[in-house]
T-cell receptor, first 111, second 116 residues
Framework: SQELEQSPQSLIVQEGKNLTINCTSS?????LYWYKQKYGEGLIFLMM?????EEKSHEKITAKLDEKKQQSSLHITASQPSHAGIYLC???????????FGTGTRLQVFP | GAVVSQHPSRVICKSGTSVKIECRSL??????MFWYRQFPKQSLMLMAT?????????EQGVEKDKFLINHASLTLSTLTVTSAHPEDSSFYIC????????????FGPGTRLTVT
Protein backbone atom coordinates (compact mmCIF):
# COMPACT_ATOMS: atom_id res chain seq x y z
CA SER A 1 0.00 0.00 0.00
CA GLN A 2 1.06 3.57 -0.59
CA GLU A 3 2.50 5.64 2.24
CA LEU A 4 0.46 8.63 1.14
CA GLU A 5 -3.09 7.99 0.02
CA GLN A 6 -5.09 10.70 -1.64
CA SER A 7 -8.83 10.84 -2.00
CA PRO A 8 -10.67 11.11 -4.17
CA GLN A 9 -8.64 9.60 -6.98
CA SER A 10 -10.44 11.79 -9.47
CA LEU A 11 -12.90 14.60 -9.28
CA ILE A 12 -15.10 16.31 -11.85
CA VAL A 13 -16.76 19.51 -10.72
CA GLN A 14 -18.66 22.32 -12.28
CA GLU A 15 -17.01 25.71 -12.42
CA GLY A 16 -17.76 27.73 -9.33
CA LYS A 17 -18.09 24.75 -7.00
CA ASN A 18 -15.93 24.17 -3.95
CA LEU A 19 -13.97 20.97 -3.53
CA THR A 20 -11.68 19.23 -1.07
CA ILE A 21 -8.85 16.78 -1.64
CA ASN A 22 -7.48 14.73 1.22
CA CYS A 23 -4.05 13.28 1.80
CA THR A 24 -3.49 10.68 4.53
CA SER A 25 -0.10 9.41 5.60
CA SER A 26 0.60 6.01 7.12
CA UNK A 27 3.70 7.45 8.80
CA UNK A 28 4.55 10.49 10.88
CA UNK A 29 4.53 13.64 8.83
CA UNK A 30 7.65 15.80 8.79
CA UNK A 31 6.27 18.50 6.58
CA LEU A 32 3.61 18.13 3.94
CA TYR A 33 3.77 19.60 0.48
CA TRP A 34 1.13 20.23 -2.11
CA TYR A 35 1.94 20.38 -5.80
CA LYS A 36 -0.10 20.77 -8.94
CA GLN A 37 0.78 19.12 -12.21
CA LYS A 38 -0.76 20.02 -15.52
CA TYR A 39 -1.13 17.05 -17.81
CA GLY A 40 2.23 16.07 -19.28
CA GLU A 41 4.14 18.81 -17.51
CA GLY A 42 6.28 19.33 -14.45
CA LEU A 43 5.12 20.13 -10.94
CA ILE A 44 4.17 23.52 -9.61
CA PHE A 45 4.75 24.07 -5.91
CA LEU A 46 1.61 25.25 -4.15
CA MET A 47 2.46 25.30 -0.47
CA MET A 48 4.21 23.57 2.38
CA UNK A 49 2.82 22.86 5.83
CA UNK A 50 5.16 22.13 8.68
CA UNK A 51 3.24 22.30 11.91
CA UNK A 52 0.13 20.62 13.17
CA UNK A 53 -2.86 22.89 12.79
CA GLU A 54 -1.09 25.02 10.24
CA GLU A 55 -3.23 26.47 7.49
CA LYS A 56 -2.02 28.30 4.41
CA SER A 57 -3.80 29.93 1.53
CA HIS A 58 -2.79 30.91 -1.95
CA GLU A 59 -5.40 32.65 -4.04
CA LYS A 60 -8.42 30.35 -3.84
CA ILE A 61 -6.56 27.33 -2.52
CA THR A 62 -6.30 26.58 1.20
CA ALA A 63 -4.41 23.71 2.77
CA LYS A 64 -4.51 22.48 6.35
CA LEU A 65 -2.41 20.01 8.27
CA ASP A 66 -3.75 17.77 11.02
CA GLU A 67 -0.59 16.28 12.47
CA LYS A 68 -2.40 14.01 14.93
CA LYS A 69 -4.44 12.42 12.18
CA GLN A 70 -1.42 12.45 9.85
CA GLN A 71 -3.64 14.07 7.32
CA SER A 72 -3.81 17.17 5.16
CA SER A 73 -6.64 18.64 3.14
CA LEU A 74 -6.58 20.95 0.16
CA HIS A 75 -9.65 23.05 -0.41
CA ILE A 76 -10.42 24.99 -3.58
CA THR A 77 -13.06 27.68 -3.40
CA ALA A 78 -15.10 28.64 -6.45
CA SER A 79 -13.19 26.34 -8.80
CA GLN A 80 -12.21 27.48 -12.28
CA PRO A 81 -11.08 25.60 -15.38
CA SER A 82 -7.53 26.82 -14.62
CA HIS A 83 -7.59 24.68 -11.48
CA ALA A 84 -7.77 21.51 -13.56
CA GLY A 85 -4.82 19.17 -13.27
CA ILE A 86 -3.33 16.59 -10.99
CA TYR A 87 -2.85 17.50 -7.36
CA LEU A 88 -0.11 15.70 -5.52
CA CYS A 89 0.70 15.76 -1.86
CA UNK A 90 4.22 14.93 -0.82
CA UNK A 91 5.98 14.36 2.46
CA UNK A 92 9.58 14.51 3.45
CA UNK A 93 11.24 11.25 4.41
CA UNK A 94 12.77 11.42 7.88
CA UNK A 95 16.42 12.39 7.99
CA UNK A 96 16.68 12.60 4.22
CA UNK A 97 15.85 15.20 1.66
CA UNK A 98 13.71 12.86 -0.39
CA UNK A 99 10.10 13.58 -1.19
CA UNK A 100 7.54 10.82 -1.26
CA PHE A 101 4.47 11.58 -3.29
CA GLY A 102 0.85 10.65 -2.79
CA THR A 103 -1.28 8.73 -5.21
CA GLY A 104 -2.57 11.90 -6.85
CA THR A 105 -5.99 13.41 -7.48
CA ARG A 106 -7.04 14.24 -11.00
CA LEU A 107 -9.29 17.29 -11.10
CA GLN A 108 -11.44 18.35 -14.01
CA VAL A 109 -13.48 21.53 -13.94
CA PHE A 110 -16.10 22.01 -16.58
CA PRO A 111 -17.81 25.31 -17.46
CA GLY B 1 14.10 32.45 -9.79
CA ALA B 2 14.55 28.71 -9.19
CA VAL B 3 14.01 27.50 -12.73
CA VAL B 4 14.81 23.95 -13.73
CA SER B 5 14.94 22.90 -17.35
CA GLN B 6 14.99 19.48 -18.97
CA HIS B 7 16.15 18.50 -22.40
CA PRO B 8 14.76 17.04 -24.51
CA SER B 9 11.10 17.50 -23.72
CA ARG B 10 10.18 14.53 -25.91
CA VAL B 11 12.27 11.77 -27.37
CA ILE B 12 11.46 8.70 -29.42
CA CYS B 13 14.10 6.05 -29.74
CA LYS B 14 14.41 2.51 -31.01
CA SER B 15 14.63 -0.45 -28.72
CA GLY B 16 18.22 -1.22 -27.75
CA THR B 17 19.52 2.32 -28.07
CA SER B 18 20.50 4.68 -25.25
CA VAL B 19 18.96 8.02 -24.46
CA LYS B 20 20.37 10.86 -22.38
CA ILE B 21 18.14 13.33 -20.56
CA GLU B 22 19.58 16.54 -19.13
CA CYS B 23 18.38 18.41 -16.09
CA ARG B 24 19.69 21.90 -15.46
CA SER B 25 19.14 24.41 -12.70
CA LEU B 26 19.22 27.70 -14.58
CA UNK B 27 19.57 30.32 -11.88
CA UNK B 28 20.76 28.53 -8.78
CA UNK B 29 23.24 25.91 -7.70
CA UNK B 30 21.82 22.52 -6.90
CA UNK B 31 23.83 20.24 -4.69
CA UNK B 32 21.16 17.59 -4.99
CA MET B 33 18.98 16.59 -7.88
CA PHE B 34 16.30 13.95 -7.95
CA TRP B 35 15.01 11.82 -10.80
CA TYR B 36 11.43 10.64 -10.87
CA ARG B 37 9.45 8.45 -13.18
CA GLN B 38 5.75 8.76 -13.81
CA PHE B 39 3.56 6.25 -15.59
CA PRO B 40 0.24 7.32 -17.10
CA LYS B 41 -2.34 8.17 -14.47
CA GLN B 42 0.08 7.38 -11.69
CA SER B 43 2.05 9.36 -9.18
CA LEU B 44 5.74 10.19 -9.27
CA MET B 45 8.11 7.47 -8.17
CA LEU B 46 11.56 8.50 -7.02
CA MET B 47 14.22 6.67 -8.97
CA ALA B 48 17.42 8.11 -7.57
CA THR B 49 19.03 10.94 -5.69
CA UNK B 50 22.00 12.58 -7.34
CA UNK B 51 24.58 14.55 -5.38
CA UNK B 52 27.14 16.68 -7.15
CA UNK B 53 30.49 14.98 -7.34
CA UNK B 54 29.41 11.65 -5.91
CA UNK B 55 27.59 8.51 -6.95
CA UNK B 56 23.84 8.55 -7.17
CA UNK B 57 21.73 6.76 -4.60
CA UNK B 58 19.15 4.53 -6.24
CA GLU B 59 15.81 3.53 -4.83
CA GLN B 60 15.01 -0.10 -4.30
CA GLY B 61 14.12 -1.84 -7.52
CA VAL B 62 15.79 0.69 -9.82
CA GLU B 63 18.61 -0.79 -11.90
CA LYS B 64 21.62 1.46 -11.58
CA ASP B 65 23.30 -0.07 -14.62
CA LYS B 66 20.28 0.69 -16.74
CA PHE B 67 19.61 4.19 -15.49
CA LEU B 68 22.98 5.92 -15.36
CA ILE B 69 23.03 9.19 -13.47
CA ASN B 70 25.81 11.72 -13.59
CA HIS B 71 25.88 14.96 -11.59
CA ALA B 72 29.08 16.53 -12.81
CA SER B 73 28.37 20.12 -11.84
CA LEU B 74 26.18 22.13 -9.50
CA THR B 75 23.81 22.95 -12.33
CA LEU B 76 23.63 19.79 -14.39
CA SER B 77 22.56 16.21 -13.85
CA THR B 78 22.02 13.68 -16.61
CA LEU B 79 20.01 10.48 -16.74
CA THR B 80 20.98 7.97 -19.41
CA VAL B 81 18.59 5.15 -20.14
CA THR B 82 20.78 2.42 -21.55
CA SER B 83 19.57 -0.28 -23.92
CA ALA B 84 16.08 1.13 -23.79
CA HIS B 85 13.07 -1.15 -24.10
CA PRO B 86 9.40 -0.31 -24.67
CA GLU B 87 8.70 -0.80 -20.95
CA ASP B 88 11.07 2.10 -20.24
CA SER B 89 8.65 4.41 -22.02
CA SER B 90 7.54 6.88 -19.40
CA PHE B 91 7.56 10.49 -18.27
CA TYR B 92 10.80 11.36 -16.51
CA ILE B 93 10.91 14.39 -14.23
CA CYS B 94 13.88 15.84 -12.41
CA UNK B 95 13.95 18.19 -9.48
CA UNK B 96 16.73 20.24 -7.96
CA UNK B 97 17.35 21.33 -4.42
CA UNK B 98 19.14 24.57 -3.68
CA UNK B 99 22.26 24.54 -1.60
CA UNK B 100 21.36 24.82 2.10
CA UNK B 101 17.63 24.76 1.38
CA UNK B 102 16.59 21.41 2.75
CA UNK B 103 12.90 21.63 2.06
CA UNK B 104 12.78 23.28 -1.33
CA UNK B 105 12.68 21.24 -4.50
CA UNK B 106 12.08 22.75 -7.91
CA PHE B 107 10.82 20.55 -10.67
CA GLY B 108 11.66 20.44 -14.33
CA PRO B 109 8.97 20.24 -17.02
CA GLY B 110 9.59 16.55 -17.67
CA THR B 111 10.77 14.44 -20.59
CA ARG B 112 8.49 12.02 -22.34
CA LEU B 113 10.40 8.99 -23.55
CA THR B 114 8.86 6.63 -26.06
CA VAL B 115 10.75 3.49 -26.99
CA THR B 116 9.58 1.78 -30.17
Amino acid sequence: SQELEQSPQSLIVQEGKNLTINCTSSKTLYGLYWYKQKYGEGLIFLMMLQKGGEEKSHEKITAKLDEKKQQSSLHITASQPSHAGIYLCGRGAYNTDKLIFGTGTRLQVFP
Amino acid sequence: GAVVSQHPSRVICKSGTSVKIECRSLDFQATTMFWYRQFPKQSLMLMATSNEGSKATYEQGVEKDKFLINHASLTLSTLTVTSAHPEDSSFYICSARRQLAVYEQYFGPGTRLTVT
